[in-house]
């Protein structure tokens, strides 16, 4: 089928030779697979051929500009074996062209981009806006051009086109929680040159959470000798087996600040700013390990937490913690500590923005303790919200003494929000509508849509995971929802929390491809988004993962299993597929399913008796989804009430 329509596009395309195809939301023309899909696309016959002596011209003394060719000529060398060369000013193929008058359409990270046989033109106001162009320039080559070693027999041809683009917010981020499972400087690296691919511009790095505490902080040392080791477990995160009584804390690790600085300087080279969180007053075990003083049980015996249960979860939010995971909000020794930690922080980061967390803090400990009841009353503090509040608004004072603004989730609105606190809204898109209104400036990145560790496909073949999110549901998503006022609104963020992702292969296939759903949804004007046709990009774009060696998740090809009681109390399955045209085979008699068995074509009354039901998708007389059996009593669980 894609063939298919790649071809009835050419034909088209050539029987308006003379008109040529200008094409605008659908930008999977012949040969042209772009994600995010610019504003606006003008195809034309014929293409620019990339070889050995293509050259580039960048315009004098603008270091800047020359260092984005350069990362040009290092994308291409791996797959094509050509090193390009690039001079200031002259005539050459490929031109990059900072405008002396800036184009108002593009503002700060547009750019126009031009191909035609022979000539490539790239302008922007900005160095930012010509690294965008960058990116979509390599997105018109051949996929093969991702590969990490040379491909024989390939014409690097790119069609030739008219772009013009600029993204639709200044806010386009992922999150990255290291603290859960630690990973490496390298991997970090590798994940952000990724992001820069689909033009992601915001990096928020969650370094410190109850499982360790990831960033070196020369003041305080034993947040990273002790906080950022524990037990190894390898089970179900949250029901791992407790630390032993004298079990060596082998697993972890943390980022020097030497690490740290190479990795920001490696992000502001693909225009991605870095946001640090450190996760308080909750989510902090791993800090009381280290320093058991600061919390109002002071409980010497805490350990970084390797994935153990430690607190029970009643529904709606609520929740109750077992070990205190809290800083004590009533201790001048907690600002000192925090004092030093962001004092650090400001420095070895050049964002304007310092996360602090503030998410799921549980105040039982505090409420239950006699000196924070004295302090309560003292202060005219109501409740733990307000408390929480307290401390919030002292750690705003403190962000704000290093010349950096506060950013938290959007608890942080409990209790009266702090003077120039951002929000990020999680828990839907409730706390955004309410900051907006505040006159706060927020961030989109609502659970469970934008929850990159949420299950993307049929559950049983998926991480063990409270919730779904399916790239779908992740297109079609509004993330602005009615009642928000947009003003305030910085942009949008998909969070890739890692509870139950231990290694790098899983971080790629929670990642992609919702994370390119996210890209075209925060970049791409809405009016121009269309699932039909993002669809077969996205299927375009696996094939240039494929080249990357990135581990993109399939899962779109398993079907969406229903299960109801029919009136006469019979399991019925309805089964149905996020992507077109597949085919599903099922058995109810424990045979695997394949094309030469039943295709499913309406709901289908489970018999009694049966033990299985199985089934498989194809596309085109191919398997192209996961072998999926699910036991008679997974059935009966799923039953829609
Ligand atoms: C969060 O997911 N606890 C922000």
Same mark, same amino acid.
């Given at each position: 089928?894609?063939?298919?329509?790649?071809?009835?596009?050419?034909?088209?395309?050539?029987?308006?030779?003379?008109?040529s195809?200008t094409?605008?939301?659908?930008?999977?023309?012949?040969?042209?697979?772009?994600?995010?899909?610019?504003?606006? %696309?003008?195809?034309?016959?014929?293409?620019?051929?990339?070889?050995?002596t293509?050259?580039?011209?960048?315009p004098?003394?603008?270091?800047?500009?020359a260092?984005?060719?350069?990362?040009?000529?290092?994308?291409?060398?791996?797959?094509?074996?050509?090193?390009?060369?690039?001079?200031?000013?002259?005539?050459?193929?490929?031109?990059?062209?900072?405008?002396? &008058?800036?184009?108002?359409? %593009?503002?700060?990270?547009?750019?126009?981009?031009?191909?035609?046989?022979?000539?490539?033109?790239?302008?922007?106001?900005?160095?930012?806006?010509?690294?965008?162009?960058?990116?979509?320039?390599?997105?018109?080559?051949?996929?093969?051009?991702?590969?990490?070693?040379?491909?024989?027999?390939?014409?690097?041809?790119?069609?030739?086109?008219?772009?013009?683009?600029?993204?639709r917010?200044g806010w386009?981020?992922?999150m990255?929680d290291?603290?859960?499972?630690?990973?490496?400087?390298?991997?970090?690296?590798?994940?952000?040159?990724?992001?820069?691919?689909?033009?992601?511009?915001?990096?928020h790095?969650?370094l410190?959470?109850?499982?360790?505490?990831?960033?070196e902080? &020369?003041?305080?040392p034993?947040?990273?000798?002790?906080?950022?080791?524990?037990?190894?477990?390898?089970?179900t995160?949250?029901?791992?087996?407790?630390?032993?009584?004298?079990?060596?804390?082998?697993?972890?690790?943390?980022?020097?600040?030497?690490?740290?600085?190479?990795i920001?300087?490696?992000a502001?080279?693909?225009?991605?700013?870095? %946001?640090?969180?450190?996760?308080?007053?909750?989510?902090?075990?791993?800090?009381?390990?280290?320093?058991p003083? %600061?919390?109002?049980?002071?409980?010497?015996?805490?350990?970084?937490?390797p994935?153990?249960?430690?607190?029970?979860?009643?529904?709606?939010?609520k929740?109750?913690?077992?070990?205190?995971?809290?800083?004590?909000?009533?201790?001048?020794?907690?600002?000192?500590?925090?004092?030093?930690?962001?004092?650090?922080?400001?420095?070895?980061?050049?964002?304007?923005?310092?996360?602090?967390?503030?998410?799921?803090?549980y105040k039982?400990?505090?409420?239950?303790?006699?000196?924070?009841?004295?302090?309560?009353?003292?202060?005219?503090i109501?409740?733990?919200?307000?408390?929480?509040?307290?401390?919030?608004?002292?750690?705003?004072?403190?962000?704000?003494?290093?010349k950096?603004?506060?950013?938290?989730?959007?608890?942080?609105?409990?209790?009266g929000?702090?003077?120039?606190?951002?929000?990020?809204?999680?828990?839907?898109t409730?706390?955004?509508?309410?900051?907006?209104?505040?006159?706060?400036?927020?961030?989109?990145?609502?659970a469970?849509?934008?929850?990159?560790?949420?299950?993307?496909?049929?559950?049983?073949?998926?991480?063990?995971?409270?919730?779904?999110?399916?790239?779908?549901?992740?297109?079609?998503?509004?993330?602005?929802?009615?009642?928000?006022?947009?003003?305030?609104?910085?942009?949008?963020?998909?969070?890739?929390?890692t509870?139950q992702?231990?290694?790098?292969?899983?971080?790629?296939?929670?990642?992609?491809?919702?994370?390119l759903?996210?890209?075209?949804s925060?970049?791409?004007?809405?009016?121009?988004?269309?699932?039909?046709?993002?669809?077969?990009?996205?299927?375009?774009?696996?094939?240039?993962?494929?080249?990357?060696?990135?581990?993109?998740?399939?899962s779109i090809?398993?079907?969406?299993?229903?299960?109801?009681?029919?009136?006469?109390?019979?399991?019925?399955?309805?089964?149905?597929?996020?992507?077109?045209?597949?085919?599903?085979?099922?058995?109810?008699?424990n045979t695997?399913?394949?094309?030469?068995?039943p295709?499913y074509t309406?709901?289908?009354?489970?018999?009694?008796?049966?033990?299985?039901?199985?089934?498989?998708?194809?596309?085109?007389?191919?398997?192209?989804?996961?072998?999926?059996?699910?036991?008679?009593?997974?059935?009966e &669980?799923?039953?829609?009430?």
């Amino acid at each position: 089928m894609m063939l298919n329509r790649k071809i009835v596009i050419a034909i088209l395309c050539a029987m308006s030779f003379a008109l040529s195809c200008t094409q605008h939301n659908n930008v999977r023309a012949q040969n042209i697979s772009l994600i995010p899909a610019p504003v606006s %696309l003008k195809q034309e016959p014929g293409h620019f051929l990339l070889t050995n002596t293509t050259t580039i011209s960048v315009p004098a003394k603008q270091p800047e500009v020359a260092r984005i060719a350069q990362y040009l000529i290092d994308k291409i060398k791996p797959a094509t074996g050509y090193t390009l060369t690039s001079s200031e000013g002259g005539k050459a193929h490929i031109t990059f062209t900072l405008n002396a &008058k800036p184009d108002a359409r %593009l503002g700060k990270e547009g750019y126009t981009l031009h191909t035609e046989a022979g000539k490539v033109d790239i302008a922007a106001n900005t160095p930012a806006g010509l690294f965008y162009g960058v990116q979509t320039f390599l997105q018109l080559l051949p996929e093969e051009i991702e590969s990490t070693t040379p491909v024989r027999d390939v014409e690097w041809k790119a069609a030739a086109v008219t772009i013009l683009d600029y993204p639709r917010f200044g806010w386009r981020g992922q999150m990255f929680d290291v603290s859960r499972h630690f990973f490496t400087k390298e991997y970090v690296k590798k994940y952000i040159d990724r992001m820069a691919r689909y033009k992601m511009n915001r990096f928020h790095w969650h370094l410190t959470d109850d499982n360790g505490w990831r960033v070196e902080i &020369k003041s305080l040392p034993r947040l990273t000798s002790v906080g950022a080791w524990r037990v190894p477990r390898v089970g179900t995160f949250g029901s791992n087996e407790p630390p032993k009584a004298g079990e060596a804390a082998t697993d972890g690790g943390f980022y020097t600040q030497a690490d740290i600085k190479e990795i920001v300087q490696y992000a502001k080279d693909r225009y991605i700013e870095v %946001l640090p969180e450190i996760d308080v007053p909750g989510h902090s075990m791993a800090a009381l390990a280290s320093y058991p003083e %600061l919390s109002v049980t002071n409980d010497t015996t805490l350990k970084v937490n390797p994935g153990s249960s430690f607190s029970t979860w009643f529904g709606n939010g609520k929740f109750e913690m077992h070990l205190d995971n809290t800083f004590d909000p009533t201790d001048e020794k907690v600002y000192q500590f925090l004092d030093k930690v962001f004092t650090e922080i400001a420095a070895m980061f050049p964002f304007e923005y310092i996360h602090m967390g503030g998410d799921e803090c549980y105040k039982g400990f505090w409420e239950r303790d006699k000196g924070v009841q004295a302090f309560m009353k003292k202060k005219n503090i109501k409740n733990g919200e307000e408390l929480q509040a307290y401390f919030v608004k002292r750690v705003d004072r403190i962000i704000q003494s290093k010349k950096k603004k506060m950013m938290g989730w959007d608890e942080i609105l409990e209790g009266g929000i702090a003077p120039g606190a951002a929000v990020m809204s999680w828990r839907g898109t409730k706390g955004g509508i309410e900051a907006s209104h505040l006159k706060h400036p927020v961030v989109m990145s609502p659970a469970p849509v934008y929850y990159l560790d949420m299950y993307q496909g049929e559950r049983s073949i998926e991480p063990p995971v409270y919730s779904s999110a399916r790239l779908r549901e992740v297109y079609t998503f509004n993330l602005l929802p009615a009642g928000i006022d947009t003003t305030y609104v910085l942009g949008a963020q998909g969070n890739l929390w890692t509870e139950q992702i231990p290694t790098e292969p899983q971080v790629e296939y929670m990642t992609y491809p919702r994370a390119l759903a996210m890209a075209e949804s925060f970049w791409t004007p809405e009016k121009h988004k269309s699932w039909e046709d993002f669809l077969p990009r996205v299927e375009d774009h696996f094939k240039r993962l494929d080249a990357a060696h990135i581990n993109y998740a399939r899962s779109i090809y398993d079907p969406i299993i229903a299960v109801k009681k029919n009136a006469a109390g019979k399991l019925l399955i309805e089964l149905s597929t996020e992507v077109p045209g597949l085919d599903i085979y099922y058995t109810v008699d424990n045979t695997i399913p394949n094309q030469y068995y039943p295709r499913y074509t309406a709901p289908v009354e489970y018999p009694d008796g049966a033990d299985n039901f199985r089934l498989i998708t194809y596309r085109k007389g191919e398997p192209i989804g996961h072998l999926i059996s699910l036991k008679t009593e997974d059935l009966e &669980k799923r039953v829609k009430k």
